[in-house]
């Protein structure tokens, strides 16, 4: 029997390495039965359209002072440490930014400041014994996006919101609680829209308001579509 195509082989590789990140799952998809197929897919999908497709469309004009953002996002990702590392997460969300400055800054980290809004309708906590459904508000996020004349403009954040869920999370705990986080990413940057992906640290916690309270230490990785307006 012929050997797959060295490009089919990547795109199963890719897959498989969204898939384990995303679920925490130590068997790859490509080792499961069917039933595990179209999240192996979608994951590439998405990998796909991020990072293969974009470089090829000509840059917009980029953010400016005063400009928007528009985005809708997805990301998942698992618990890292202590006895919530088996937990998983995915959730859904809306942004709105806007470009407080102008470029400014030394060197390679000349960039402009944003500020952001981000609104969870769909927060899943996945834990041992059940999976808690929530929706958060992320009241603040503070985004540093590099200054380029490229395509690609890399970025850091670090923000913070509440979670609201029908059952406790971590079990045993609140069914309220804060997250907090950094992220590092990339957006491609089209000529109408682009494309972000990162990479992103949460720590969510009931801040002491109930006891124990263990936290879920989680790293996400998060695609996002949306858009800058440009000042007129």
Not at 89 to 102: C, E, P, S
Not at 156 to 168: D, P, Q
Not at 188 to 197: E, M, Q, T, V
């Amino acid at each position: 029997m012929n050997d797959a195509p060295a490009a089919e082989q990547k795109f199963a590789f890719l897959a498989d390495f969204l898939y384990l990140l995303s679920t925490g799952n130590s068997t790859p998809a490509s080792k499961k039965g069917q039933g595990d197929s179209p999240v192996r897919y979608i994951l590439a999908a998405f990998f796909f359209a991020a990072f293969l497709y974009t470089p090829a469309i000509r840059a917009q004009a980029g953010p400016v002072e005063g400009g928007h953002e528009w985005q809708v996002w997805t990301g998942g990702g698992h618990g890292i440490s202590g006895s919530q590392s088996s937990d998983g997460i995915w959730n859904v969300g809306f942004r709105y930014g806007l470009i407080l400055t102008a470029p400014h800054g030394p060197g390679f980290l000349r960039g402009r400041l944003e500020y952001a809004v981000d609104a969870v309708p769909v927060f899943l906590v996945f834990q041992k014994t059940n999976t808690a459904y929530g929706a958060g508000l992320n009241p603040f996020a503070f985004k540093w996006m590099l200054d380029t004349k490229h395509n690609v403009a890399p970025y850091f954040e670090i923000g913070g919101g509440t979670l609201f869920t029908n059952t406790k999370a971590p079990e045993g705990t609140s069914r309220v609680n804060f997250t907090s986080g950094a992220a590092l990413g990339l957006h491609f940057l089209r000529a109408k829209h682009n494309i972000s992906a990162e990479v992103r640290y949460m720590h969510i916690s009931n801040a002491g308001l109930a006891s124990p309270n263990p936290g879920i230490n989680t790293i996400q990785f998060r695609l996002g579509f949306g858009a800058f307006s440009q000042k007129e």
